[in-house]
Each structure stands twice: as C-alpha cells, then as structure tokens.
C-alpha cells in the first residue's frame, strides 16, 4: 500500500485563512445594506458563514477522497452533463441586473457557471490524459477540448458573462498547453475568438460603454464611471494602515457591490496597502503551494486537473483586484473566498479539498522531499538510503487508474 504523505498544511492554512477573512470582510462591507434591505445588520454575514461551512465540509470531504475516483468516465461526464443543463437552465429564469447568471428557488439561489469551472477542469483532464501519446493531433484531441470550451464558454457569453468565459478559456488554455497541444493551434482558435470578442465589445451598446468609461471614468462619475470612481476612492482613502477596521466611509451606500465584486476596495479603505499586501502575498502562497501540489501529482490527470483548480482560482483573483483598481474594464467577477456569495465560495472550496488530497500522494524522487518522519526513522536506524533506493519509491505510489 503506498504511504500517504500530510497534508499540505501552507496551503490549508491559506485557504481557510482566506475564508474566515472573507466571513469578517462580509460582515463590515454588508452591515449597512443589510440594515437598510432587511432591518438586520447581520444578515449577509449569516448567510456568507453558513455558505463557509457547507464550502469546508465539501472541502474536507473531497479532501478525504482518493481524487483519483473522480478519474471514472460516469462522473466526468456526468458531470459536465449536469452543468450544461444547469447553464441552459438560468435562460427559464427572469434576468437580475439585465443578465440571467441565477438560478433561484424558495430564496435559494446559484451561479452554476462556477459550476462549469471545475467540470471543465476535470473534463479537460480526464480526456487529455486518455489522449497521451496524440496531444498534438488537431483534430482527435484539439478540436474536442474547444468544443467543451464552447459549450460552456458559449452560454456563458449569452447570459450574458464575458468575464466569466474568459475564465474558462484561461483553464482551458493552460490546461491544453501543459498536457502539450501545439502551441499553433492554440493561435488558430484565439485569433477568432479574439475578432469575436472584439465583435461583442465594439457592436454591444452596455460592453462598449463600460470601455469608454475604463479609459476615462471620471469624464461621467456620476453615471456610467460610477462604480469604478467609488472604488477608486475607497482605495486612494485606505492611505497605508487604512481607516480601521469596519471605519470606511464608501460601503455606506456609496459604493455599489461593496460586499460582492467590490469588497477588495473595502479591503484597501479600512485595511490600507498594508492590509491588501496581505492578501496578495496569502494567494501567492495559495498559488506556490498550490501549483505545488499539482506539478508533484503522481500521474496526468492529477497534475492537470491540479493546474486547472489554481488557475481558475487565482486568475479570478487577479482579475477581481484589477477591477477594483480599474486596471480592466469593470467585469461582475467575485474575488475567490472572501466576496459574499456560495455559489463560488462553495465549488472553490471543493476544489481545494481536491488539491489537499492530491498533495497526500506527492510524486517522491531525487527533487522530492520524503516527509519528516522518515528522516527521523532513517537517522534513528542508521540507514542512508542511496540515490536508486529514493528512486524505487516512485512505482510504489503508482496507484489503479478507476474507470
């Protein structure tokens, strides 16, 4: 039986940081809102710390899962089934905020997009792997990636969501180019998909003023430039140590979103550069560990799916910040575990148990550390194993593929 390794304790430690940090955040960004929309200053943060439980039992659940029994053709595509139909789902339900990206029953609602994430991720991983030996075939294994990129990415974009798309595009890419598709295909599908994007950007009224007012929001900041003028100035008004906790000013209904999309702005504001830099360094340990842990899974459909799971994750987050900084054009993207809401807060956290149970059967060889209790148990016995013993333990963590 090969020899489960610990945890990755650094990238637990960082996902649960983040999380309770976001259960805080909720609570200072929402109490004004909530009071004025529920009488109930406390009644986002309950639902964001219920949302943070269920999001660590699934967490510790697929934790304690073998991940490689996800390896099976029923539960890939059975998945990905399910979230098709979840996404042409959201088209029976009337619009929120002119997009239909909800689905809603008795005060329940869901974002199956982020559903899609991981699907694609565990798709794309499970096909590829399968196609070892032909990655650079066009038309047995390129075409069939971007054909599931188009399923998903295609109804996502008629929500409408293009933030989102992209974000499936981003695993999509990452994942195809590290299992070694052609880098020349991949530019025969972008240079399209970059016209068609341009496309909806140029010839959709609401996406062409969004980039007129990235170039210049202060030219409308009462109308369309808004937002993104609010969020500036709650960053610009955090100075270095910030306001204080709970102390800023532009969540008191000036700043739309403050406790979802926006909620790095009240970060900046009551926490300061200081406190920001905080969170950029934890998603860089998130990201280090991470990628850590995929790079060292025992076979390809670890190491990909892995890749997949941390490239959703923190692309999102850099593109969340880089909204509130009004560095891109404002897009309605949450940052992964603190922003309110289940629907990403809950798969994202899936996706790390994942991860965490991957990092339990880390590849072991020359550039591999062996755990700490086996160099106690070596120097206790006297034994200095030699370069070819340390090489042997690798088949021994070779485990049955399931499927």
């Not at 943060?45 to 899962?65: D, E």
């Not at 390896?71 to 098709?84: D, K, Q």
């Not at 990628?291 to 593109?319: E, K, T």
Request: glycine content about 10%; some cysteine.
């Amino acid at each position: 039986m090969p020899q489960k390794l610990q945890v990755d304790k650094w990238l637990f430690s960082a996902t649960v940081g983040l999380a309770l940090f976001g259960v805080v955040m909720v609570y200072s960004a929402s109490a004004m809102i909530a009071v004025q929309e529920n009488h109930n200053q406390f009644h986002y943060v309950i639902k964001q710390g219920a949302w943070t439980l269920i999001g660590f039992v699934a967490m510790f659940v697929t934790m304690r899962c073998d991940y490689q029994r996800l390896n099976r053709r029923w539960i890939v595509y059975g998945l990905f089934l399910i979230a098709t139909v979840l996404l042409l789902t959201v088209f029976a339900f009337p619009p929120v905020n002119g997009a239909r990206r909800w689905i809603k029953f008795q005060g329940f609602s869901a974002q199956p997009s982020e559903i899609a994430k991981l699907s694609l991720a565990l798709f794309l991983a499970f096909f590829l792997e399968r196609r070892a030996g032909e990655e650079t075939s066009f038309w047995r294994t390129f075409v069939p990636c971007m054909l599931a990129l188009g399923i998903f990415a295609g109804l996502v974009v008629k929500e409408p969501d293009l933030g989102t798309a992209l974000m499936l595009a981003i695993i999509c890419l990452t994942i195809c180019l590290t299992a070694g598709v052609r880098f020349r295909h991949v530019v025969y599908a972008s240079v399209p998909a970059l016209f068609y994007v341009a496309k909806m950007v140029i010839f959709t009224p609401f996406r062409w003023k969004r980039m007129i007012t990235f170039l210049d929001p202060w030219a409308d900041s009462q109308g369309s430039g808004y937002q993104v003028v609010q969020s500036l100035i709650a960053v610009g008004s955090g100075g270095t140590h910030g306001l204080g906790f709970a102390q800023g000013k532009q969540k008191l209904l000036f700043l739309p979103f403050a406790h979802s999309d926006f909620i790095f702005a009240v970060v900046a504001e009551e926490l300061g550069l200081v406190g920001t830099l905080v969170v950029l360094v934890v998603f860089a340990v998130f990201l280090w560990r991470g990628m850590r842990a995929a790079l060292r899974a025992p076979d390809q459909f670890g190491m990909l799916l892995g890749l997949g799971i941390v490239v959703g994750i923190v692309s999102q987050a850099l593109l969340n910040m880089s909204v509130v900084l009004a560095l891109v054009p404002t897009k309605g993207i949450p940052l992964p575990f603190i922003s309110y809401g289940g629907s990403s807060l809950v798969p994202a956290l899936a996706g790390v148990g994942i991860l965490l149970n991957m990092s339990q059967h880390a590849r072991v060889g020359s550039r591999v550390e062996t755990s700490e209790d086996d160099y106690e148990n070596e120097s206790r016995s006297g034994q200095r194993k030699t370069k070819g013993a340390v090489r042997q333990r690798g088949p021994a963590l070779a485990r049955p593929r399931y499927g």
